[in-house]
Each structure stands twice: as structure tokens, then as C-alpha cells.
């Protein structure tokens, strides 16, 4: 079936409030929605709804619900072709290997060598799989910092996939808390989890920031991994250093390369000490210890 994208820009608190609007609006439909930041530094968030059928009923109905909301936005479309997404993912989703880690979907089980740590990633959620720069410096780093630290806590942060949490599990052999935002990505987290035998070691929470019970119950941590974006990991610094153990480590990644400094100050001002950055593709991977 064709679909059409229907598309606006905003800034992020706008582009959160038509958000809710037409998830409430479209419910009944169904109809697939998302944002995607386009820019961070200029506030820059793509809204996007994908519409079938009359798609001109429906563009009417989301100018009806912008004017409702005293926004005024041209709105684009974008014709999208009827391709199977889970076979062109199946296709584009190429191994990785960083490390000793050797990230893929199913379709490339048989190319694992002897000796790596493999990880296998359902190919239609393939964010935060490693193909990232992020996330394949994270791998990178982790290993190293597994290896001659030897955690026995740790806590992935905004996991996503959980990509990095079942990194570590296999690594060390230690428990691991993941935690996101993000209802769905928990969902996809646990699966991970299960697919790649580590579910006795990876626990799985929805919860925003480090206000939920189950830090109080897990901190301090011996390491934390964060794949995030850079402003948001600054604001952490603080709640980073009260849940670390002294002497623990912590993983940040999500970051350009001109944010590099800046997120260093925000955590030696944490009594964090710097200790490696990774580069890759544009994208570093900082390692701090408290």
C-alpha cells in the first residue's frame, strides 16, 4: 500500500505539544507519527504523520489541529514508495565488529568468527545496533574498561536497544539495570535481552531521569554507560556522580566532536577525572572516573 508523509518542521516544544495533539487526534486511525531532531544546536524537530487513503482529508484535519493549537505550518508531502521495509532493513543491516563484540541480525549468525562476542539485534529495530558511530565507540570503550576494572554493577542508561547492556552482561558476567524514557524501547530492550541469553543478568525499566525507585535500590554503580545526545548528559553530571561508586567509571556517548570539552567540564566539575576519548566517524566516546 502507498503511503504519503506529511511533514513540518518546529521547535522541540511545539514539535512535543502537536505531537500529543494528533497522537490523540489520529488514536482511532492508527496512523504512524513521529519527530526526529533535525538540528540540535538550532532547535530544529521534524513532525511527521503517515497517512493512507484520502490523504487530503487527513492533511485537512492536521491544519485543523495546528490552527487549534495557534500554529501555522507549511506542510510537505512526500510520496513513499510500497517497498517491504523488513526485507530493505534485512538487506541494509550489515555486521559490525568493534572489538570483540561483533554486532548483527539474524541473517549473518554464520559469520561470527571464534572468539567474538556476538550480538544479535532484530533487524527492524536497528537503532543503537552499532552501526553508529556512538554506539560502536561505546563497544570499543567498554571493552577496555570491563577488562581492567572488572565491574560488578552497572546500569545502561537510555539503552535503547540494549545493545550496550547485553555488551556488558556478556563481558563481565554482572548484573546489568537498563533504563529508558521510552516505553517501547524497553520492550525492545527485553527482547534483545532474551535473544542473546543474558535475561537472568539485563532488568529492563521504563523510567525517566534517575528519579525512579530502582536506582535507590541498585546505586551505586560500578560503571555507567550513557548513549545519549550531549546537552541532556551534562544536565546528568550531577545525578551521575551521586550514583556512581568512588572510583567507578562511567561511558558517555551521543556526542560531536566540538561537544567534546564541554561535556568534560560539566563532569570534572562532578569530581569526575578524564581518562581516554575515542573518536569515530565524527562522534566521541568519553571515559571519566569519580
Not at 561511558?251 to 577525572?273: E, T
Request: proline fraction near 4%; glycine fraction near 8%; charged fraction near 25%.
Amino acid at each position: 500500500m502507498v503511503q504519503t508523509r506529511l511533514h513540518f518542521t518546529a521547535g522541540k516544544v511545539e514539535a512535543d505539544s502537536i505531537f500529543a495533539a494528533l497522537e490523540m487526534a489520529f488514536e482511532d486511525e492508527g496512523l504512524p507519527l513521529a519527530v526526529l531532531e533535525v538540528d540540535e544546536d538550532r532547535d530544529v524537530h521534524e513532525v511527521s504523520l503517515y497517512a493512507d487513503g484520502d490523504v487530503d482529508a487527513v492533511e485537512a484535519r492536521l491544519r485543523d489541529i495546528l490552527s487549534g493549537l495557534s500554529l501555522s505550518k507549511p506542510i510537505e508531502r512526500e510520496v513513499l514508495p510500497d517497498i517491504d521495509w523488513v526485507a530493505r532493513s534485512l538487506e541494509g543491516l550489515k555486521p559490525v565488529r568493534a572489538g570483540r563484540f561483533f554486532v548483527h541480525g539474524a541473517h549473518d549468525r554464520r559469520k561470527r568468527h571464534s572468539g567474538e562476542l556476538a550480538i544479535e539485534i532484530e533487524a527492524g529495530l536497528a537503532f543503537g545496533t552499532g552501526h553508529h558511530g556512538t554506539t560502536a565507540g561505546c563497544l570499543e570503550m567498554l571493552e577496555r574498561v570491563v577488562r581492567r576494572e572488572h565491574p560488578r554493577n552497572a546500569l545502561d542508561l537510555g539503552t535503547g536497544s540494549a545493545v550496550l547492556a547485553i555488551a556488558v552482561a556478556k563481558l563481565a558476567h554482572i548484573p546489568v539495570l537498563a533504563t529508558d524514557i521510552d516505553s517501547i524501547a524497553v520492550r525492545v530492550a527485553a527482547a534483545n535481552a532474551r535473544l542473546n541469553h543474558v535475561k537472568a543478568l539485563v532488568e529492563t525499566v521504563t523510567a525517566p531521569g534517575f528519579h525512579h525507585p530502582i536506582f535507590g535500590k541498585r546505586a551505586p554503580f560500578d560503571l555507567i554507560v550513557a548513549n545519549i545526545l550531549a546537552r541532556p548528559l551534562m544536565r546528568l553530571a550531577p545525578e551521575m556522580a551521586r550514583h556512581i561508586r568512588l572510583g567507578g567509571s562511567i561511558v558517555l556517548s551521543g556526542i560531536l566532536d566540538r561537544q567534546c570539552n564541554a561535556v568534560i567540564s560539566a563532569y570534572v566539575g562532578q569530581n569526575f577525572r578524564h581518562v581516554r576519548t575515542l573518536h569515530r566517524e565524527g562522534w566521541v566516546t568519553i571515559h571519566l572516573k569519580h
